[in-house]
């Protein structure tokens, strides 16, 4: 059995049914595709955790699907912001708590405003990190909008990665 992570505490304090879900860590390919091919789920239902500073706000949380890319004009808009970008990859142990591959808006240092992409409503579940590398965490998506307070928008690029 996985051993429990702060984001998975945070669920059981909240009553939040999940199931954690262990997958083989490639360190050389961190990125939410691999995970999916781990996972033997659809790239749709595995979200990745971004973490964005805008030039009024401060720092905010975007999660969205796994194959996509953040449209960074849309979430400067719905974050109430003029300019977004995203933060330095070294900014992200020191501000979070957490590293690339196992970011997670649950249980960072600080609660951040977090938004989901709007198409994560579209599945019955979704994958999210657990808070290190080869943990997820599987549940409702409207239990993770319960659990972390986020706002739901469209949130990506039309145009998908390839």
């Not at 194959?67 to 990859?89: F, Q, Y």
């Not at 999210?128 to 943990?135: E, N, P, Y």
């Not at 549940?139 to 690029?157: C, E, F, G, R, W």
């Amino acid at each position: 059995m996985a051993e429990k992570t702060n984001a998975s505490r945070i669920l059981d304090r909240l009553k939040i049914p999940y199931t954690l879900v262990e997958y083989n860590v490639d360190p050389e390919h961190l990125e939410a595709q691999h995970v999916a091919q781990e996972l033997g789920e659809d790239i749709r239902t595995v979200f990745k955790t971004l973490v964005l500073h805008g030039d009024k706000t401060g720092h905010f949380v975007c999660v969205i699907q796994g194959d996509c890319e953040v449209d960074l004009k849309k979430a400067a808009k719905i974050s109430g912001n003029k300019k977004v970008a995203m933060i330095p990859l070294k900014e992200l142990q020191p501000l979070t708590g957490y590293i690339r591959g196992g970011c997670t808006a649950l249980g960072m240092k600080k609660n951040f405003p977090v938004f989901l992409d709007r198409n994560a409503l579209n599945h019955e579940f979704i994958y999210i990190s657990a808070g290190k590398r080869g943990l997820q965490i599987k549940l409702s998506p409207n239990d993770y909008v319960k659990a972390t307070s986020a706002q739901t928008d469209h949130l990506i690029n039309d145009l998908k990665i390839e």
